[in-house]
């Protein structure tokens, strides 16, 4: 088929040379019939090529008329300006589309370019952060200034959301998640959270404020139940006073308990944080597991390579060992051993409590250090436990850029280690 304006072109080439040739024969003038015939034919292929070069200049039109293999030419090309006019049409269609859907979501969207600077971004992010239209190719850094996205920012870790105050108003709260595509362009999306952190705001106070209030008239109970109990000469008496003197104990564990929550959830990690050595420390929890456990025969051992130190809030840290080593003992049945071991590698600082106690079934690892989960209600009864020992220990840890790891069978016993990055030491 496109051989066709060839064969039409080589015919009208022939059909010049053979009438060329044959009159030049005939007057005895060929090479001059030839040449004017050729010069002709050359002229023609000049003026089809600056018909075809004016009508791709101008573009749409349509394309001019002419024969043979230049006729095919044109209508080849505008067959092909055609498809492309088609192409633009319907990626702009969904361009126009994605804006669409892009300036509809309630969800601010960002895209940054590999080097972090303002690619595009949809209405919503532009309400929350405040963005101009001459703010296209600046960086991001200009926008969102706040020192706990500054470092989420450079640190590249975006696996988890990040929180921080709204920069055009501090009584919005926003989230932000990013994520690599492409040429390392990044996709930011955030979210206004005001409502539920807000929420998350008033239970915390709520709890701070109930377990500030319950304490004091429950210290005034458990004073008088104490005098009560010392002068009781009524043996009917005895046991109930005891169950409630009892109680009476659990309910200010409780409460302190939840009052280091609190504090914990209500003030900014890295206050009053300094160089501890932690021998010492554990050496004074080991005292005090040794202490609550005397009338259980356990042993309890302490193993610490080398003098390791950290720079961390000793209360927050003591607190996160202790809950462990008291768990231990607590789980632990009489005769039972615990280890408390710590040591370090190149990058972080660990601290583990093993025991050979009853163990927790691998199903309820996941949820243990929920507040109040408890693995059985009647082991939790029997030692006491208040249910917020493990989420203090796993609030502290968290504050310190660490982490709790577990690790227990069933019947075989349990070890629990907190791992804390080496560059706090
Ligand atoms: P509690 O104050 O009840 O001990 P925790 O948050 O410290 O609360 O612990 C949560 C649950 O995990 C406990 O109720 C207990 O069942 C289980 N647990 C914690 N430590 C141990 C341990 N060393 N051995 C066995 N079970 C444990």
């Not at 105050?165 to 206004?192: A, C």
């Not at 539920?196 to 005034?220: C, G, K, W």
């Not at 607590?330 to 050979?356: M, Q």
């Not at 493990?390 to 075989?412: F, N, Q």
């Amino acid at each position: 088929m496109f051989l066709q304006g060839f064969k039409v072109e080589l015919r009208r080439l022939l059909i010049i040379f053979v009438i060329c040739v044959g009159y030049g024969v005939i007057f005895g003038l060929q090479w001059w019939l030839l040449f004017t015939g050729l010069f002709l034919y050359v002229s023609w292929l000049f003026y089809q090529m600056y018909r075809l070069n004016k009508w791709l200049i101008r573009g749409t039109d349509e394309p001019p008329e002419s024969s043979g293999l230049w006729g095919e030419i044109f209508d080849n090309m505008y067959n092909l300006q055609r498809l492309q006019q088609t192409e633009t049409k319907n990626l702009q269609a969904v361009i126009k589309r994605i804006q669409e859907i892009t300036s509809a979501l309630k969800d601010g969207i960002i895209i940054l370019d590999w080097r972090g600077h303002l690619d595009f971004w949809n209405p919503a992010a532009q309400r929350m952060i405040g963005f101009r239209t001459k703010d296209q190719g600046l960086s991001i850094i200009n926008f969102i200034r706040h020192p706990k996205f500054v470092r989420y920012f450079e640190e590249g870790d975006y696996s988890a959301p990040l929180e921080f105050p709204s920069p055009r108003t501090d009584s919005k709260h926003l989230e932000l998640q990013i994520t690599r595509f492409g040429q390392n362009e990044r996709l930011i999306v955030i979210r206004d959270i005001t409502q539920i952190y807000q929420l998350e705001q008033m239970r915390r106070d709520f709890v701070a404020n109930v377990s500030h209030e319950l304490r004091t008239p429950l210290t005034v109970i458990n004073g008088y139940i104490e005098t009560i109990s010392d002068n009781n000469a009524m043996p009917m008496w005895e046991k109930p006073l005891q169950q409630i003197s009892q109680q009476g104990k659990r309910m200010s564990l409780l409460i302190n308990d939840l009052l280091v929550l609190s504090k914990l959830e209500t003030t900014e990690a890295g206050h009053n944080q300094k160089e501890i050595e932690l021998e010492p420390l554990l050496i004074s929890i080991k005292n005090e597991a040794e202490a609550l456990g005397n009338d259980k025969h356990q042993t309890i051992s302490l193993q610490c390579a080398e003098s390791i130190k950290i720079i961390a809030n000793e209360k927050e840290l003591h607190s996160a060992f202790s809950n462990l080593a008291i768990n231990a003992v607590k789980y632990t049945p009489e005769h039972g051993k615990i280890d408390l071991r710590l040591w370090k590698d190149a990058n972080y600082i660990y601290f583990s409590v093993t025991d050979n106690g009853p163990g927790i079934d691998s199903k309820h690892l996941p949820r243990l250090t929920e507040r109040f989960y408890r693995v059985d209600a009647s082991r939790n009864s029997a030692t006491g436990g208040t249910g917020l020992g493990l989420a203090i220990v796993k609030h502290v840890l968290m504050r310190h850029d660490g982490e709790l790891k577990i690790i227990s069978e069933l019947g075989k016993g349990s070890t629990f280690t907190c791992v804390l990055p080496h560059h706090f030491s």
